[in-house]
């Protein structure tokens, strides 16, 4: 496109600078300096995953202590590779260890699968209750553990042989780049398999001062920062010589406990503030944390952000429908609910559209989200991602650019998601489709 309109657009983005910052000190968007960012392991729900990020903060937060005056979120850079809660898919060995293990002790005990459950998360809570009135179950409890841990190490093996696709790393590459134009300092943390996904992410960003990182029982040889790692974690010890290069050595010692006997899980060893774990990640979580750097800020957050990326030169135009009827682009960077603060001719993105924090302004209804190319050669691939300050990414698609349509195709841009914006009360809601 011609650079007059975006000088024109220049002008615009001053005026929609300040109402950012306006809407932002009116309280529906936190106004966070720094983001932890939690790399979950395999066999984590999306709830889990949110549990271990939450479990996280908390521990930073203790560790920082009341006087740091720091604003921290946490956000899931989400590993779906494994569970599937209630889902048989990959387990299958498991379920048939524990129907025919529980028939032979007890017939009443195979219908309990909220034990089944137990073992999968690393916890024999319910079975120690039991095993006071049946003692031969505790058998089952040890079997099933075994075998849950032979799973893990299997897992964990098949993620390194087979690293997820370019679509995983996509997501987590685009998401840490917005973080970064947000003005954020970013801490990483692994746990797990999770470190895997860290390990590539970290390498992609080019401000090594504002980001850092921690690997929790680290099942990967790289290291993008420092390790904790126990002495009687299992699964770690296990997976010696199962993946190329070798786990770091262990550095703690959290002795073992009856609520995880893998040693292996992240809030029932590693977080255990009875055992010395809670009190070594803080720590290590915190220094890391107080020695960075934050960049610039060339974006404003937002109730919900939209980014768009592509993978060469050339120009893609990100382009959203408001409720009311605005068009926000290039040529209009302001809308009635939203503003453009990231538009980019060069190639690579990124653009980015932030929706106003400031409720008086902010519209109910549907947002559709897209995309043109205007000038971008064929073959490229765009990645568009939308995210909600208290979850951080909702939807990532990726996609094929198409044709160059250049001006002609402003009018009629590609739509590739809906947010629907809703308020009950004071309470407003977004939803991603």
């Given amino acids: 496109m011609t650079s007059a309109p975006r000088r024109w657009a220049g002008a615009m983005l001053a005026a929609a600078g300040m109402l950012a910052q306006g809407a932002w000190a009116s309280g529906l968007c936190p106004a966070h300096s720094h983001t932890l960012v939690f790399f979950n392991g395999i066999w984590n729900t999306p709830d889990d995953a949110a549990g271990g990020a939450r ?35 990959g387990i299958e060995d498991l379920v048939e260890v524990f129907e025919q293990r529980a028939a032979e002790l007890d017939e009443a005990l195979r219908h309990r699968w909220e034990l089944f459950w137990e073992i999968v998360d690393g916890r024999q809570d319910g079975w120690r209750r039991i095993a006071a009135v049946l003692p031969r179950a505790y058998e089952l409890a040890v079997a099933l553990t075994d075998a849950r841990n032979a799973r893990l190490v299997a897992q964990a093996t098949a993620l390194a042989a087979q690293p997820p696709t370019g679509v995983d790393y ?31 992410v970290y390498r992609t960003l080019p401000d090594p001062s504002a980001i850092s990182a921690v690997h929790i029982a680290p099942a990967s040889s790289r290291a993008s920062g420092p390790h904790l790692l126990s002495g009687n974690d299992l699964v770690i010890a296990a ?27 992240l ?9 010395g774990g809670r009190s070594a990640a803080g ?13 610039e800020p060339r974006a404003s957050p937002g109730f919900f952000t939209a980014t768009l990326a592509w993978d060469g030169e050339g120009d893609i135009d990100l382009h959203v429908m408001e409720p009311g009827g605005a068009h926000v682009h290039y040529g209009a960077r302001v809308g009635a609910s939203g503003t453009l603060d990231l538009d980019n001719t060069a190639g690579h993105g990124p653009e980015h559209y932030h929706a106003t924090c400031d409720p008086q302004r902010l519209q109910t209804g549907i947002f559709s989200v897209g995309f043109n190319n205007y000038s971008a050669p064929p073959g490229r691939k765009a990645v568009l991602q939308i995210a909600i300050p208290d979850r951080g990414v909702a939807r990532t698609v990726q996609m094929d650019a198409g044709p160059p349509r250049g001006e002609a195709g402003d009018a009629s841009p590609f739509i590739v998601l809906r947010v629907a914006v809703a308020r009950s009360g004071g309470t407003w809601t977004a939803t991603v489709n």
């Fill in 55 to 89: 479990a996280l903060l908390a521990t930073l937060d203790d560790a920082l202590g009341p006087g740091a005056g720091l604003a921290i979120g946490a956000e899931v850079f989400y590993n779906a590779s494994g569970l599937q809660r209630g889902a048989r898919g």
């Fill in 170 to 200: 996509a997501a987590h590459r685009l998401r840490l780049r917005t973080l970064h134009t947000l003005g954020r300092s970013v801490l990483l943390v692994g746990h797990s398999q999770g470190n895997f996904f860290l390990d590539t």
């Fill in 239 to 265: 997976l010696r010589g199962a993946l190329p290069g070798a786990p770091p050595p262990p550095n703690i010692w959290i002795p073992p406990s009856i609520r995880d006997t893998s040693g292996h899980q």
């Fill in 267 to 275: 809030i029932q060893t590693y977080l255990d503030a009875d055992r």
């Fill in 283 to 295: 720590a290590l979580m915190a220094g890391r944390l107080r020695a960075l750097a934050a960049p």
